[in-house]
C-alpha cells in the first residue's frame, strides 16, 4: 500500500482545500494509506474520510508568546520529524508557503516531493524571497503539479520537463444537471468578494448592460473576503440606486441550484490560478464571458467563440458587449453553453483522480530508479 503524505495550511472552505480534500477522501478510497499534515484547524472546513490521517504540524498554544524565528523553527522540525517518522513515499504540498516547508523539510529524508502550484506566481511569488527560494528548492522537486502551462514558466526549466498539468476535478454535484428549458434573465457570478475578482469592473459594465436590457438583473454570489470589497460593491450599488437589479446574494452551498437557470456567467478577476468557480459554470452548461487573466486559466479551458468568450483584463466595455452579445444572441450563447458543459469529461472527479495518481507512480518510479 503507498502511503502518501499531504501538507497544507488547513481545509478551510476555499480552492486549494476543496481540491485536496476531495483527493485525500478518493484516495483512500483506493487503497491508498493518506496522512494530511495540516497547519492549523479551521472554523469551518470540508469534511474528510475517518480515514484519511490528520496530523497537526503547526504551533501549539505554548508557542504563541515566542518570537518569529522561533515560530519557523518549530514548524520545520515538527514537518520535518513527522516526514522522517512516516516516511511516505512522497510528500504532495498545495500552496506556496506549504510548498516551501516540504521542500526543505524532506531534505536528506530521500522522500520525493512533489509541490502543486495554485496561484498565479506573477502576484504570489514576486517577493525577493521568492526569487531566491524559487531556483534553489524547486530544482530539488521531484516534480510539480501546475494548473496551466504559464504557470510552469515562472519556474526552473528542468522542472518543468518532468511536471504535469492537471486540471481542478470540479465536484460531483455539478455533473448532469439538466439543461434548463428556459433562462432566467440574470447574469452571475460566483466567488469571494474579493479584490482580484474584479467585481466592481463587472458591476460598472452591468450598469451599462442595465441601460439597455432593463430586464436583466445580476446576482452576485459569495462571502466576504474582509478586504474592503463587499463595501467597494455596495457603494456602486447605492450610488446608482441599482438595488433591485444588481444584488449581492451572500455565499451558497447550492450553486448547482442557484446557477443553472442563469442567462449568462461572468468572470472578471485580473488574475487567477485556475478558477474553480469558471470550471463549475462551464460543467453547468452556462454561456460565460470571462476575462483572459494571468496565469492563463480561463485560456486553458476556453476557446474563443466556441465554449465561451475570452475578454481583455479590465476592459470594462468589452465585458458589456460580451454581456449584451449573450443576451442578444441567444443561439449562439446556448452553442457556447452546450459546448462549455463538455469540460465535465475533462475535470470530472474519476478523470482527475486518475491523472494524480498515474503522476504519483510515474514520480515514485523514477525517484526509485
Known amino acids: 500500500m503507498r502511503k502518501l503524505l499531504f501538507h497544507l495550511n488547513c481545509f478551510e472552505q476555499g480552492g486549494a482545500e476543496r481540491v485536496v480534500s476531495n483527493l485525500v477522501n478518493q484516495l483512500v ?4 494509506e493518506v496522512i494530511a499534515a495540516t497547519e492549523w484547524q479551521g472554523e469551518v472546513e470540508f469534511q474528510l474520510d475517518p480515514r484519511v490521517r490528520r496530523i497537526h504540524v503547526g504551533l501549539q498554544k505554548e508557542d ?26 512522497v510528500v504532495i504540498s498545495f500552496t506556496r508557503r506549504p510548498n516551501y516547508r516540504a521542500l ?3 531534505v536528506g529524508t530521500k522522500v520525493p516531493v512533489i509541490p502543486a502550484v495554485r496561484q498565479d506566481p506573477k502576484s504570489y511569488y514576486n517577493s525577493l524571497a521568492d526569487k531566491l527560494l524559487i531556483p534553489v528548492l524547486y530544482r530539488r522537486a521531484a ?71 432593463s430586464d436583466y438583473c445580476l446576482k452576485l454570489y459569495g462571502g466576504d473576503s474582509f478586504d474592503g470589497t463587499k ?102 450563447a446556448e452553442r457556447l453553453g452546450d459546448n462549455a458543459r463538455k469540460i465535465s469529461e475533462r475535470i470530472n472527479e474519476n478523470a482527475v483522480l486518475s491523472q494524480w495518481k498515474e503522476y504519483v507512480e510515474e514520480v515514485i518510479a523514477r525517484v526509485k530508479r
Open 64 to 89: 504563541e508568546g515566542k518570537n518569529r524565528l522561533q515560530k519557523i523553527w518549530l514548524r520545520f522540525r515538527c514537518l520535518r520529524q513527522l516526514i522522517k517518522k512516516e516516511q511516505p513515499d
Open 29 to 32: 478510497k483506493d487503497e491508498y
Open 143 to 213: 516534480g510539480c503539479v501546475f494548473q496551466t502551462e504559464e504557470q510552469g514558466t515562472y519556474f526552473p526549466a528542468s522542472l518543468q520537463k518532468r511536471s504535469r498539468i492537471i486540471l481542478n476535478p470540479v465536484n460531483h454535484k455539478y455533473l448532469n444537471i439538466p439543461k434548463p428549458k428556459t433562462r432566467e434573465k440574470t447574469v452571475v457570478q460566483s466567488g469571494r468578494l474579493v479584490d482580484f475578482k474584479n467585481q466592481a469592473m463587472l458591476f460598472r459594465s452591468f450598469l451599462k448592460v442595465h441601460e439597455k436590457h
Open 104 to 106: 526543505i523539510c524532506a
Open 231 to 332: 463595501e467597494k460593491l455596495e457603494a456602486i450599488i447605492k450610488e446608482n440606486q441599482a438595488e433591485d437589479y444588481i444584488r449581492l446574494m451572500g455565499p451558497s452551498d447550492s450553486l448547482e441550484k442557484d446557477l443553472p437557470s442563469a442567462g449568462v456567467y461572468a468572470f472578471s478577476s485580473d488574475y487567477e490560478g485556475m478558477p474553480n468557480a469558471l470550471l463549475e459554470a462551464m460543467t453547468l452548461g452556462l454561456p460565460v464571458a470571462a476575462t483572459d487573466c494571468p496565469c492563463g486559466g480561463p485560456r486553458t479551458v476556453i476557446e474563443h467563440e466556441e465554449n465561451g468568450l475570452l475578454l481583455p483584463v479590465g476592459d470594462e466595455q468589452a465585458m458589456t458587449d460580451a454581456i449584451n452579445r449573450l443576451i442578444e444572441d441567444r443561439e449562439f
